[in-house]
């Protein structure tokens, strides 16, 4: 997470970062705000995958969803 941060910076992004977790206990470990978009985030260890969770969709309609793990992460630091 501190390296997409760097990233960020580095690539001139005004982009605020929160974590996002509902009283029901849904949660995203990273959400990023940019541009007026919702940018969530579930990070996994190993090559496992995950699905939005359903609070996170209904709520946020226009945002997008990515599950993060050792297959894909060099690709998410260069987004």
Known sequence: MAERMKMNTYK???VNSYFWRTY????LDLVEEREG???????KWGS??????????????NSTFKCINTDNFLQWLKE
């Open 12 to 14: 001139g992004r005004f």
């Open 37 to 43: 978009l919702f940018l969530g985030y579930e990070f």
């Open 24 to 27: 029901s206990g849904a949660e």
């Open 48 to 61: 496992k995958k995950s699905k939005s969770p359903v609070s996170w969709t209904e709520k946020y309609r």
